[in-house]
């Protein structure tokens, strides 16, 4: 006989989950200063870096047959994804100064890089399409090294390259 809990968890098989993941790490590493001096979580740059990161994951291609992993690709037509601050806006339902706030505070921390180029297309030249860069070692200093919280994350790259020898 099927509990409750069984029911459940055959339903949740149904659903094909994809897209944006925020490690919990993030809600302590990822964080500001209030007005009255409270530290809290930047929420804002945490919802902006999980849809970066997303971008940034590799699809995987598998064989059909065997379902073994032949190559991974990317995400995004350029060399790196292209994206407004009023498409963030929009998506997230954010103010595009609050985007820029928190892009910048990303760009502080270390986890992203901004580059505004001019874009050449069939239409003409388009100025400032911004693309977003992902520093994976600070990346993965503010996911997984949870004993460096309240450090300053620029700071923590020699400790990085130690963590990454040892594994």
């Known amino acids: 006989m099927m509990t409750k809990t069984d029911r459940i968890l055959q339903a949740m098989l149904k659903l094909n989950l994809e897209g944006n993941i925020i490690p ?5 590493t990822l964080v500001k200063k209030t007005e009255k001096g409270k530290i809290v979580p930047h929420i804002h740059a945490i919802l902006l870096l999980s849809e970066i990161v997303y971008w940034w994951r ?12 032949v190559g991974i690709r990317k995400k995004f037509k350029d060399e790196a994804p292209q994206i407004s601050y009023q498409q963030l806006s ?6 595009k100064r609050q985007v820029k706030m ?8 270390g986890v992203i890089k901004r580059e505004f180029r001019t874009v050449r297309t069939s239409n003409g030249k388009i100025p400032n399409v911004l693309f977003i860069w992902v520093d994976a070692e600070a990346l993965i200093e503010v996911t997984i090294l949870q004993k ?5 994350i620029k700071k923590l790259t020699v400790n990085l390259q130690k963590f990454v020898r040892q594994i």
Do not use: C, N, Q
């Not at 919990?24 to 302590?28: D, G, L, M, S, V």
């Not at 929009?90 to 103010?95: A, D």
């Not at 928190?102 to 921390?109: K, N, R, S």
């Open 102 to 109: 928190a892009m910048d505070f990303l760009e502080e921390v």
């Open 90 to 95: 929009e998506r997230f339902g954010m103010s």
């Open 58 to 69: 590799p699809s995987l291609e598998r064989d059909e047959i065997s379902g073994k992993i």
């Open 148 to 152: 460096f919280v309240g450090y300053p």
């Open 24 to 28: 919990h790490t993030w809600f302590k």
